[in-house]
């Protein structure tokens, strides 16, 4: 969440205390199931306090889902930092995905699962979840380029379906396998499909 210019330390702080403890239980419980109370008795404030940081609940779980985008690009650029070719950024892909489902008691994609309970179509926080996952995609697609597939657009595609179908089946079965195999999928599209997997 962005923070208004002069606000001091001291409410920074606050709002941020509120934004972690309400991500974690929308994340746990699920954000229908998360009410104001809750939050703002677990984060030690008044709900008044939270409503004047986040305006409602609607704010808060837009916050949430923003940190998370923010968070899941920063892992996954560190990540990437350290990858040379088109192979080992894919490889890394999987792992990010692999490694976000697990985190949390395998409760799946954070922004799947928010997208299935945001019901109204103008919610903001719908707005936050395209662009995490057309984010995924474009990346996808920029390996793809480097990797010299004939058509970029169409396996990048393809890429994207296999990692977020291995998500919810690997939260559905509650394993990794479901990545292992998406994985091996995955670079059988590659030009160079003997490349290690």
């Known amino acids: 969440m962005a923070e208004p210019q002069g606000r001091p330390a001291k409410g920074r702080a606050t709002a941020d205390r509120i934004l972690a403890t309400a991500s974690a239980l929308f994340y746990e419980r699920g954000i229908r199931a998360t009410g104001v109370n809750a939050i703002s008795e677990q984060s030690g404030v ?36 350290g990858c040379v070719t088109a192979e080992e950024r894919l ?12 985190a949390g008691d ?30 995924i995609r474009s990346c996808l697609e920029a390996i793809a380029v480097a ?27 509650n394993g ?3 990545f292992g195999q ?6 059988r599209l590659l030009p160079t499909a003997g490349a290690s997997a």
């Open 182 to 187: 998406a994985r091996r999928a995955a670079f």
């Open 46 to 81: 008044t709900k008044a306090t939270l409503y004047a940081h986040f305006g409602t609940k609607d704010g808060l779980v837009t916050a949430h889902l923003r940190a998370r985008n923010k968070r899941w690009w920063k892992e996954l650029d560190e990540s990437l930092a």
């Open 176 to 178: 990794t396998e479901p």
């Open 106 to 135: 395998f409760r799946g994609c954070g922004f799947v699962n928010a997208s299935a309970e945001l019901t109204a179509p103008d919610h903001p926080g719908h707005a936050v979840i395209s662009d995490h996952k057309e984010g």
């Open 91 to 102: 490889k890394t892909m999987f792992g990010a995905y692999r490694d976000w489902t697990l």
């Open 147 to 173: 990797a010299e597939c004939r058509n970029p657009v169409a396996v990048a595609e393809e890429w994207f379906l296999l990692l977020e179908g291995a998500t919810v089946t690997a939260s559905l079965r």
